[in-house]
C-alpha cells in the first residue's frame, strides 16, 4: 500500500508541533512525517520526530558525518522510547560553522553500522539523480543496499520522464519514496537548477497551480507501482500546497 509523508523543517519546537497539527487536521492520506537533521537549528530530527508520535509513523534523517564512530549513537534511547522504527541515513553536507566537529564517515558506514548495532530498524537511504552520472548513482545505490539499505527516499524530482529512467535501477523488493517540492518563485527555480543541476520539463512554472499539478502526477507515479510518496513544502503553507491532492 503506498504511504504518504510529508517533510517538515524543525525551525522551533512550537512551530514544528503546529505544523505536525495541521497536517492531522487537513491532509488525512498523510500517514508519515520525515524531518530533516539541519545543523543551523537546535532540534535534532530525532527528537523532533517524536512529537508526531504516535498519531504519524516518523523517520529522522541522520547525517552519518556527525556521529562518532567509536561513541553510542545518540539517538538509539528516543528512538526506542518513542516508537520510531525507521531511519533516513544520508552522508550530510560540512557544516557552515567549521568549528563544529564531523567525520570521516559516509551514509554507506553509518547504514552498515545500524545494521550491526539496531537491526530492528528499517533503514533508507538518498536517491539524487542530480549529483553525477547514471551509472554512478546506480552503483552508489546498490553499495547502499548491499550495506543493509531497505530502500530510498529520492530527492525531489520535477519531471516523470526522469522518475521513470530511475525506477528500471532500483532492484524489486527495494521500498522507494518519491519526492516532491514547492517551487514558487524565479529565485528558487534558478537555485535548483544552477545549485542542484536539477532537470525540469519545459513546461515546468513556479507557480501553486503547477506545482500541484505534479504533486498529483507524482503520487499516482507512486500508487501505480505500489511505492511511496513524500513532498516538502518550501515557502508555502501545506494545506494550500496539497489539499484535495492528499
Same mark, same amino acid.
Not at 551514509?107 to 539523480?129: C, K, M, N
Given at each position: 500500500?503506498?504511504?504518504?509523508?510529508?517533510?517538515?523543517?524543525?525551525?522551533?519546537?512550537?512551530?514544528?508541533?503546529?505544523?505536525?497539527?495541521?497536517?492531522?487536521?487537513?491532509?488525512?492520506?498523510?500517514?508519515?512525517?520525515?524531518?530533516?537533521?539541519?545543523?543551523?537549528?537546535?532540534?535534532?530530527?530525532?527528537?523532533?520526530?517524536?512529537?508526531?508520535?504516535?498519531?504519524?509513523?516518523?523517520?529522522?534523517?541522520?547525517?552519518?558525518?556527525?556521529?562518532?564512530?567509536?561513541?553510542?549513537?545518540?539517538?538509539?534511547?528516543?528512538?526506542?522510547?518513542?516508537?520510531?522504527?525507521?531511519?533516513?541515513?544520508?552522508?550530510?553536507?560540512?557544516?557552515?560553522?567549521?568549528?563544529?566537529?564531523?567525520?570521516?564517515?559516509?551514509?554507506?558506514?553509518?547504514?552498515?553500522?545500524?545494521?550491526?548495532? #539496531?537491526?530492528?530498524?528499517?533503514?533508507? #537511504?538518498?536517491?539524487?539523480?542530480?549529483?553525477?552520472?547514471?551509472?554512478?548513482?546506480?552503483?552508489?545505490?546498490?553499495?547502499?543496499?548491499? #550495506?543493509?539499505?531497505?530502500?530510498?527516499?529520492?530527492?525531489?524530482?520535477?519531471?516523470?520522464?526522469?522518475?521513470?529512467?530511475?525506477?528500471?535501477?532500483?532492484?524489486?523488493?527495494?521500498?522507494?519514496?518519491?519526492? #516532491?517540492?514547492?517551487?514558487?518563485?524565479?529565485?528558487?527555480?534558478?537555485?535548483?537548477?544552477?545549485?542542484?543541476?536539477?532537470?525540469?520539463?519545459?513546461?515546468?512554472?513556479?507557480?501553486?497551480?503547477?506545482?500541484?499539478?505534479?504533486?498529483?502526477?507524482?503520487?499516482?507515479?507512486?500508487?501505480?507501482?505500489?511505492?511511496?510518496?513524500?513532498?516538502?513544502?518550501?515557502?508555502?503553507?501545506?494545506?494550500?500546497?496539497?489539499?484535495?491532492?492528499?
Amino acid at each position: 500500500m503506498t504511504r504518504v509523508s510529508v517533510e517538515l523543517v524543525p525551525r522551533s519546537r512550537s512551530g514544528l508541533r503546529a505544523e505536525i497539527a495541521q497536517v492531522a487536521a487537513s491532509l488525512s492520506s498523510v500517514d508519515t512525517v520525515n524531518i530533516p537533521d539541519l545543523t543551523r537549528y537546535s532540534l535534532r530530527s530525532w527528537l523532533g520526530c517524536a512529537f508526531a508520535r504516535p498519531h504519524h509513523a516518523a523517520v529522522p534523517h541522520l547525517r552519518a558525518v556527525d556521529f562518532n564512530p567509536r561513541e553510542p549513537l545518540p539517538f538509539l534511547d528516543t528512538l526506542e522510547q518513542h516508537g520510531l522504527s525507521e531511519v533516513l541515513v544520508v552522508t550530510g553536507d560540512a557544516p557552515a560553522d567549521m568549528s563544529a566537529k564531523v567525520y570521516d564517515q559516509d551514509a554507506v558506514d553509518l547504514i552498515r553500522r545500524l545494521r550491526r548495532e #539496531a537491526p530492528h530498524l528499517t533503514v533508507y #537511504a538518498g536517491l539524487d539523480p542530480y549529483r553525477q552520472s547514471f551509472a554512478r548513482e546506480r552503483d552508489y545505490l546498490e553499495r547502499k543496499l548491499d #550495506a543493509g539499505a531497505t530502500g530510498f527516499f529520492t530527492q525531489p524530482f520535477f519531471d516523470l520522464r526522469v522518475m521513470d529512467a530511475y525506477s528500471d535501477l532500483i532492484p524489486d523488493g527495494a521500498q522507494i519514496w518519491w519526492g #516532491a517540492t514547492s517551487i514558487l518563485t524565479e529565485s528558487s527555480l534558478n537555485y535548483w537548477r544552477a545549485r542542484n543541476h536539477a532537470v525540469f520539463p519545459r513546461s515546468f512554472t513556479p507557480t501553486l497551480e503547477c506545482n500541484r499539478a505534479f504533486a498529483a502526477d507524482l503520487l499516482a507515479f507512486a500508487r501505480e507501482r505500489g511505492q511511496h510518496a513524500y513532498f516538502m513544502p518550501v515557502k508555502v503553507d501545506v494545506q494550500a500546497y496539497l489539499e484535495g491532492i492528499l
